[in-house]
């Protein structure tokens, strides 16, 4: 179903945020003179002493981590949220700031200092699933903690400072804009349709069969009708679950499985250690009902054209909204061809 | 007035666009071991022959660069958009895609290779703003362009390919979501208040004298309350004016003033070419009236630490909102605290 409209400038729908993306197909041809990236390709051994990650070593804080065999959790050394504030709400004329709480975790995927989500094994992903749940119940279970932000930032160029396969955790008193963005447009669907708005979008996608990148007996993965990075993607349920905790063991090792699947294919695009940021949305933990909410990940990988060409979404993208060259069916068309193997066990 | 706030880590509220920001003061002590940019200090010539935006030499497109000396403009060579589409809009269940058309300029700011904003003469700089403003009049005058962005991608770790500076103008069918939201804004308080939602802020800002950086007869230079990138900062002209084609010759001198007066500041920070995105926000082009709105133009440079150091917008900040160390309060501070002679002409 590719339709002229996906050959010339046009902007696409988000369903999610009611935003729109600029999409420049005819552009891909552009040269490229400006800054490239260092290729990640350096192999790390199984244990690091200076890493402040490895199982029984010694962190910023002064701490020592236990001899963790599998996915392990820890209260950040320098958080951004603290969980008081001996403070009140601040209003001066057009001046407005709202005292933040919060916790923020880290979460180790894997005791072995050379391993990625996409090297290691389905099994031990599962145990990161699993960590994700418990902190999603606990955390989300504390007072004053109404929203629990689980991401991973993936290599230099997303920020992360130790290659050590790990995520974290941002768990907080409010409800952030992102969520509030996306509350909305479930909610309107629901009400109109008193259906899953991306369950309806998902059994669309899988009729269309164009960007779906992925499948197994409980998850979906594809590429978004409305992506905004080059290769982002998305992990959806089938069934219409408003948060992880809601995943049964088979569940989860699927979800284990997907997770696999799709970061294989990325390091196997550009033949490197694909770095994106990826992040979970799901219903605040606020203990109002979201029957509308239809939990989703996604992955925003920076990666334009190789290992060392990234996009920037800069200038235009910061002041008037994001814009693509690439398609979303060429991107999926793309990580399509590729193998199932990942490159370095070729 | 510093208040106790200030301290502890809270959330910021933007009166334009509606959104929060998180501030976590307490962590500026957070050790740095993530990826670190080159320090651009190369002394540049004033002519490059390989350099397709000096004068004289031939673009990537073909064309050849008249031997311009001031300010110059030209249809990008690359362009995301176009002036035809020649397909229709489309939907299907819940895919929704529009075409778009418009036309992108490049602005080479100087015919010498070797300079930037803060060490271009004002009356050069003034070059600029004139034609600037001469572009607003001209592509937002043409049938369908209803929006015209004006920016500039300084710096490769902002996406910019070609030392020479430029900056570039995308103008559009469509009004841009950047825009949508701030328009909602201003209108809300036009319709309460009678007023201009930035003119009362910029009142309060000047009583108050926390966050100024540089002011003249016209124009004001200041950090935000709820600013996002660490050294943010926002140029607001003090008539209500609602586009840059408003400007008489002396307010355009003065905005060119103002604009060296706040790079050169940004350059002497970190004693490097300061890279940053900037844009002017104005109302569209479509005929409409927009009493409610106050043109402005934003800085946002993504350094932190020093000339190596910058803060990413990744995980957190991609799925749950902006967060950011330093305080509006203490980057005003640290800005103020400099010379105003740039540091390469000491
Ligand atoms: O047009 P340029 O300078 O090649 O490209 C730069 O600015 C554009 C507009 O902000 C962005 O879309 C590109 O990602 C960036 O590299
Ligand atoms: O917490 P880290 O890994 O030190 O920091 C990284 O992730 C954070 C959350 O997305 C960002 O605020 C930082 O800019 C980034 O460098």
Avoid at 295 to 309: E, G, I, K, W
């Amino acid at each position: 179903m590719d339709t002229e409209i996906n050959k010339h400038p046009h902007r696409r729908y988000n369903i999610l945020t009611g935003e729109w993306i600029l999409v420049s197909p005819h552009r891909t041809k552009r040269p490229w003179q400006g800054k490239t990236e260092k290729n990640n390709v350096e192999k790390r051994k199984t244990y690091d002493p200076s890493c402040y990650l490895c199982p029984g070593n010694s962190r910023a804080g002064g701490e020592t981590n236990p001899d963790y065999k599998s996915a392990y959790s820890f209260e950040n050394d320098f958080p951004s949220l603290l969980p008081k504030a001996p403070v009140k709400d601040f209003e001066n004329g057009l001046l407005k700031a709202e005292a933040e709480t919060g916790i923020c975790k880290v979460v180790c995927f894997s005791p072995d200092h050379s391993l990625t989500l996409p090297l290691m094994e389905e099994k031990d992903i599962t145990e990161v699933v699993k960590l994700w749940k418990k902190e999603y119940h606990e955390l989300g279970g504390k007072e004053d903690i109404n929203y629990v932000q689980i991401f991973e930032n993936k290599g230099q160029i997303m920020g992360c400072s130790n290659p050590h396969a790990h995520g974290q955790i941002w768990s907080q008193k409010s409800i952030p804009t992102e969520i509030s963005k996306k509350s909305k447009h479930f909610k309107e669907y629901w009400n109109k349709n008193k259906s899953s708005l991306l369950g309806d979008y998902l059994k669309q996608e899988l009729e269309l069969n164009e960007r779906i990148l992925a499948q197994n007996e409980h998850f979906v993965a594809l590429i978004p009708y409305w992506a905004v990075w080059p290769y982002e993607a998305m992990i959806i349920p089938k069934k219409h679950y408003q948060h992880i905790g809601q995943l049964n063991t088979e569940e989860e090792k699927a979800f284990a499985a997907i997770i696999k699947k799709l970061t294989i294919k990325y390091d196997n695009l550009f033949e490197t250690s694909f770095p994106y940021s990826s992040g979970i949305h799901q219903i605040p933990t606020d203990s109002k009902e979201y029957p509308e909410w239809h939990f989703h990940m996604s992955f925003y990988p920076p990666l334009l054209r190789s290992a060392t060409v990234k996009k920037f979404m800069v200038g235009y993208e910061m002041f008037a909204g994001p814009q693509r060259d690439i398609t979303a069916e060429q991107a999926a068309k793309n990580l399509n061809e590729l193998s199932e193997i990942h490159y370095l066990n070729h």
